[in-house]
């Protein structure tokens, strides 16, 4: 697994028009993209500590969120991943889920075998030994664009909202959601490999991006009135 650069800015409506108006002529949209835009959700694993949103506050240089993933409209394959950062940049392994394996999981049952999954084992032995759980659903409506020079990604996420419903995750039309932004406001993501081409960087250029360290996970638990402060260490 090769680690990427990824940086985050928090933008309004205006600038993403911007954006995406100078991003259009020299990027491709995601093959995997239908339309403007497609849907995002995410379940987020804690432990018992709360381990991941307490780094994050905390800018611990090493630290690993663990979620499970799918997109709409439409069920696709639902698939777990661990990103980890180290030294400011990250790494993303992932394996699929079965949707028996995904019910056990947001049940708390861990008695699924340990197997050729690496991603699945790490799971099931932080939910063993440190009591790990769902702890928050993020949606959000994403475009993507991508270049092949630096294995380019850069992705626009708007409307993100957060629902501590764990048990809807898999109905198309839950809307029990607070939003985790100021209204008109997102996120925008800048992924590259070894380097991020002048050309797109120019593109990019606002005067104004505010970069952001903190993750859409850790938003949306402040959002749900969850102070990272006031957490059991």
């Known amino acids: 697994m090769d680690f990427r650069a990824e940086n985050k800015y928090i933008v309004s409506d205006m600038d993403l028009k911007i954006l995406e108006s100078r991003l259009k002529p020299v990027m491709s949209q995601d093959i995997h993209q239908e339309g403007d835009c497609y849907e995002v959700r995410s379940i987020y694993l804690d432990d018992i500590k709360n381990s991941s949103m307490l780094d994050n506050d905390a800018g611990v240089d090493l630290r690993s969120k663990y979620r499970i993933r799918t997109y709409y409209p439409g069920l696709s394959e639902l698939r777990l991943e661990i990103k980890e950062k180290i030294n400011g940049f990250n790494r993303k392994s992932s ?52 270049h092949s020079a630096g294995n380019v990604r850069i992705t626009f996420d708007r409307n993100i909202s957060a629902s501590k419903y764990i048990d809807t995750f898999l109905d198309e039309k839950a809307d029990l959601r607070i939003p985790v932004l100021p209204k008109g406001m997102h996120i925008l993501e800048v992924k590259y490999d070894e380097f991020l081409p002048d050309f797109i960087a120019k593109q990019l250029e606002l005067g104004k991006l505010n970069q952001t360290a903190f993750s859409k996970y850790y938003l949306g638990r402040i959002a749900l009135g969850e102070d990272c402060k006031r957490l059991p260490l």
Do not use: Q, W
């Not at 008695?111 to 702890?135: A, H, Q």
């Open 95 to 146: 394996c699929k889920l079965s949707v028996e394996e995904f019910r056990k999981i947001i049940k708390g049952e861990h008695d699924i075998p340990f197997g050729e999954r690496k991603v699945l084992n790490r799971l099931l032995l932080n939910m063993k030994c440190f009591k790990m759980e769902p702890k928050v659903i993020i949606s959000y409506e994403r475009t993507a664009f991508v």
